[in-house]
């Protein structure tokens, strides 16, 4: 079975770079596409990005000049880099499998963005 | 992007009811509508796929339907491991958006 693990830092300081990293175990990711989709307090989440199986990434708009998702095939691993973060990037962030939508997930991680 | 709104935020129903949920796009998703459910702490679970399509493993008693806009999650007879929260997420177009989640609460 497909399982994703997210990993990182918790928290970071306003201004810095949030990186996460995202394991995947049970599937390679050099098929499908693989993204980050992350939860705000209060419950809103956004689909943030993905990266496809042959390395193509694509963005939400809202991000883009901020993000980077890129990934090591050799260890079925990808990661997000989020650049320049605010108070507004706190959130949970889950890493996932994209096949007929979303369908699996990790667990999530809390990343907090405070000085 | 489109606008996805769910309905009820909060339902609290008995064992064996039937229970709907819903989501209402701001335009036509073309029946590209999932459906998952998340317990506190754990991995969001798909349970319904691009409308109708049961995800492998999930039980019956959960279906879905809809058209153009409006979309409908069913349980059919609750049961006390249905708890948590859903939501859904449409994938018509990029980027995907979400519903913002219903808590269902057993009775």
């Known amino acids: 079975e497909v399982q994703l693990q997210e990993s990182g830092p918790g928290l970071v300081k306003p201004s810095q770079s949030l990186s996460l990293t995202c394991s995947v175990t049970?599937?390679?990711?050099?098929?499908?596409?693989w993204g980050w989709i992350r939860k705000f307090p209060g419950n809103k989440m956004e689909w943030m990005g993905y990266?496809?199986?042959?390395?193509?990434?694509s963005y939400n708009p809202s991000l883009k000049s901020r993000i980077s998702i890129t990934r090591d095939t050799s260890k079925n691993q990808f990661f997000l880099q989020l650049n320049s973060v605010t108070t507004e990037d706190t959130a949970t962030y889950y890493c996932?499998?994209?096949?007929?939508?979303?369908?699996?997930w990790g667990q999530g991680v809390m990343v907090t963005v405070s000085s | 992007d489109i606008q996805m709104t769910q309905s009820p935020s909060l339902l609290s129903a008995s064992v064996g009811d039937r229970v709907t949920i819903n989501c209402k796009a701001s335009?036509?998703?073309?029946?590209?509508l999932n459906w998952y459910q998340q317990k506190l702490g754990e991995a969001p679970k798909l349970l319904i796929y691009?409308?109708?399509n049961l995800q492998t493993g999930i039980p019956s008693r959960f279906s879905g339907s809809g058209s153009g806009t409006d979309y409908t999650l069913t349980i059919s007879s609750l049961q006390p491991e249905d708890f948590g929260t859903y939501f859904c997420?449409?994938?018509?177009?990029?980027?995907?958006?979400f519903g913002s989640g219903t808590k269902l609460e057993i009775k």
């Open positions: 990266i496809s199986y042959s390395g193509s990434t």
């Open positions: 691009n409308t109708n």
């Open positions: 335009q036509n998703i073309n029946k590209y």
């Open positions: 049970g599937y390679s990711i050099t098929s499908n596409y």
């Open positions: 996932a499998r994209y096949y007929m939508g979303i369908n699996y």
């Open positions: 997420f449409q994938h018509n177009s990029w980027p995907g958006t």
